[in-house]
């Protein structure tokens, strides 16, 4: 929540001023942390109810990443500032990074891995897919800051 809030201050930054950066941010904790778990469930004996849950958590913090991108792509934007960074982040210089390590790679790969697992695939299945959210959280993030940081001032 702190990253969003620090985010918020760079006014002159449209694209970093939206309502929807929180729970982008929320839903990242969410995919990061579930993916964490499933990693650590590779090493340790933990509780199957334990595993269960981290790979769930992984599952909805991905597809939550999905759909608040889905959000913001389908939005109206109040200024020309945020409509040429989106342009940049989805169609321009950051595209591949964004849609390719950020939404295939970041929400797809541990939604699908995640789902995977809990219907009968090894462990290591979700534990590659919370390596992939990690990833694709980077990805996707760092479009967004470079994206919003492509648009003159002035």
């Known amino acids: ?4 809030f620090l985010f918020g201050q760079a006014e002159a930054r449209d694209l970093w001023q939206s309502p929807m950066l929180l729970w982008h941010m929320v839903a ?5 942390g579930g993916g964490f778990g ?6 340790t004996d ?3 109810s334990y595993v269960r849950a981290s790979v769930w958590t992984l599952v909805g913090g991905a597809a939550a990443l999905g759909l608040i991108a889905l959000v913001e792509l389908a939005s ?3 200024t020309r500032n945020i409509e ?3 342009h940049h982040m989805t169609r321009g210089a950051f595209s591949r990074q964004w849609w390719v390590g950020g939404q295939l790679v970041g929400v797809l790969v541990p939604v699908a ?3 995977g697992t ?3 695939s090894p462990q290591w299945v979700a534990a590659i897919g919370g390596v992939a959210a990690a990833a694709g959280i980077y990805f996707a993030d760092d479009a967004f800051v470079k994206a919003g940081q492509s648009v003159p001032l002035s």
């Open 113 to 115: 891995f995640g789902i």
């Open 84 to 86: 040429m960074a989106m």
């Open 46 to 48: 933990l509780d199957e």
């Open 118 to 120: 809990l219907s009968g």
């Open 28 to 32: 990242g904790a969410f995919a990061a």
């Open 38 to 43: 499933s990693i650590v469930a590779l090493f």
């Open 76 to 78: 109206h934007h109040p």
């Open 1 to 4: 929540g702190y990253t969003a």
